[in-house]
T-cell receptor, first 112, second 114 residues
Framework: RKEVEQDPGPFNVPEGATVAFNCTYS??????FFWYRQDCRKEPKLLMS???SGNEDGRFTAQLNRASQYISLLIRDSKLSDSATYLC?????????????FGGGTRVLVKP | DVKVTQSSRYLVKRTGEKVFLECVQD?????MFWYRQDPGLGLRLIYF???????EKGDIPEGYSVSREKKERFSLILESASTNQTSMYLC?????????????FGSGTRLTVV
């Protein structure tokens, strides 16, 4: 089983609609979680952190479910510019410092 | 504006060649990382360095080595390039203790080994 798993998609989303997708992780001791956004042929950029209580940043909402070991990202009122690959990142702190494990990414295509 | 610069955007090399991928950051960051990204596999850590002349193996170090002679520069070396090393290579840097908050990625080098 992969350490961090994501549905690769693509999720085809009409403009203005809501889309949500999950990411599961295998290490129950994982300490912090993030969503990164990656545009085609570009580097990943931090979208938002994921907190236990859930957090919102504009149209984006991230949730963490430690009991079931998954995180989620919800995008409301999708814009064409939201089309990207969304990478789930899990951080485990070890003796050598933080170790980040990336999921394979979920591709989202927002269409007019 | 802070930057992580990778020397080449696209690179084509022949099997068996020795390949150098260069990464330079201008943020005085101690930590530097090399990842490769392949479809469906996400980013996988090859090597990282927490200080000058220091290096640690990541998850997939086989076939690679690194060099960190100066704080701002972290080089990835493919000793004898093979076709299975065709990939997108991403360099990142951060300050110690910042973890992912401080990660800045370079724009990547797409390497093709023929």
């Amino acid at each position: 089983r992969k350490e961090v798993e994501q549905d690769p998609g693509p999720f085809n989303v009409p403009e203005g609609a809501t889309v949500a997708f999950n990411c599961t992780y295998s290490n129950s001791a994982s300490q912090s979680f993030f969503w990164y956004r990656q545009d085609c042929r570009k580097e990943p950029k931090l979208l938002m952190s994921v907190y236990s209580s859930g957090n919102e940043d504009g149209r984006f909402t991230a949730q963490l479910n430690r009991a079931s070991q998954y995180i989620s990202l919800l995008i409301r009122d999708s814009k064409l510019s939201d089309s990207a690959t969304y990478l789930c990142v899990v951080n485990n702190r070890g003796a050598a410092g933080n170790k980040l494990t990336f999921g394979g990414g979920t591709r989202v295509l927002v269409k007019p | 504006d802070v930057k992580v610069t990778q020397s080449s955007r696209y690179l084509v090399k022949r099997t068996g060649e020795k390949v150098f991928l260069e990464c330079v950051q201008d943020m005085d960051h101690e930590n530097m990382f090399w990842y490769r990204q392949d479809p469906g596999l996400g980013l996988r850590l090859i090597y990282f360095s927490y200080d000058v002349k220091m290096k640690e193996k990541g998850d997939i170090p086989e076939g690679y080595s690194v060099s960190r002679e100066k704080k701002e520069r972290f080089s990835l070396i493919l000793e004898s390039a093979s076709t299975n090393q065709t990939s997108m290579y991403l360099c990142a840097s951060s300050l110690p203790g910042q973890g992912i908050y401080g990660y800045t990625f370079g724009s990547g080098t797409r390497l093709t080994v023929v």
